[in-house]
């Protein structure tokens, strides 16, 4: 089955350290995408990708990397200079030029 | 910049009740219209769609009509059930560069009782 996986389902981190949050796609989608979900507060926008070795940051990527060295992967990796990252995290994909997304099962980011 | 604008819950209905969910939108151009439905503890999945005005998206009973002269995609449902209890999100995204981006906005939860 086509889809988009996201792992872990739940990670918790100590202050100070970086986590790495893992998303996979087989859907031969060219865009990839990351969002940060709070409550109350939809999606935000973290960094998105068109095309391998590629990358634009997102409306809140201030304590956030990335990386696209496959079409298939793009993970996200959450730094200790993100201030509060407590979250849940969303990654989607969707192909290039258009504009419906497709959406993994999210992973909820705890700081202990 | 793009906005999308839509009514804050929490909603409860009674079982077969009709739903109405406002979605408002600010954009230049001609943005596609989205509702994504978010189950509890699961990812986005995209309910409905239109890109053009006047057009209707509709799916699992839900429809929502894209309205260009009132800058509105409002969700509705005849009769809801205990199953579509789940948070909505009204999404845009815009025409012509930047076309990739979804702007969300906040959700609306909706809770239906037996």
């Known amino acids: 089955d086509g889809g988009i996986t996201q792992s872990p389902k739940y990670l918790f981190r100590k202050e100070g350290q970086n986590v790495t949050l893992s998303c996979e796609q087989n859907l031969n989608h060219d865009a990839m995408y990351w969002y940060r979900q709070d409550p109350g507060q939809g999606l935000r926008l973290i960094y998105y990708?068109?095309?391998?070795?590629?990358?634009q940051k997102g409306d809140i990527a201030e304590g956030y990397s990335v990386s696209r060295e496959k079409k298939e992967s793009f993970p996200l990796t959450v730094t200790s200079a993100q201030k509060n990252p407590t979250a849940f995290y969303l990654c989607?994909?969707?192909?290039?030029?258009?504009?419906?997304?497709?959406f993994g099962p999210g992973t909820r980011l705890t700081v202990l | 910049g793009n906005s999308v604008t839509q009514m804050e819950g929490p909603v409860t209905l009674s079982e077969e009740a009709f739903l109405t969910i406002n979605c408002t939108y600010t954009a230049t151009g001609y943005p596609s219209l989205f509702w994504y439905v978010q189950y509890p503890g699961e990812g986005l999945q995209l309910l409905l769609k239109?890109?053009?005005?006047?057009d209707k998206g509709s799916n699992k009973g839900f429809e929502a009509t894209y309205r260009k002269e009132t800058t509105s995609f409002h969700l509705e449902k005849g009769s809801v059930q205990v199953s579509d209890s789940a948070v909505y999100f009204c999404?845009?995204?815009?025409?012509?560069?930047?076309?990739?981006?979804?702007?969300f906005g906040k959700g609306t939860k909706l809770s239906v009782i037996p």
């Open positions: 239109a890109t053009k005005a006047d």
């Open positions: 989607a994909s969707a192909r290039l030029g258009v504009n419906e997304q497709f």
């Open positions: 999404a845009l995204s815009g025409s012509g560069a930047g076309s990739y981006q979804l702007t």
């Open positions: 990708s068109q095309i391998v070795n590629d990358f």
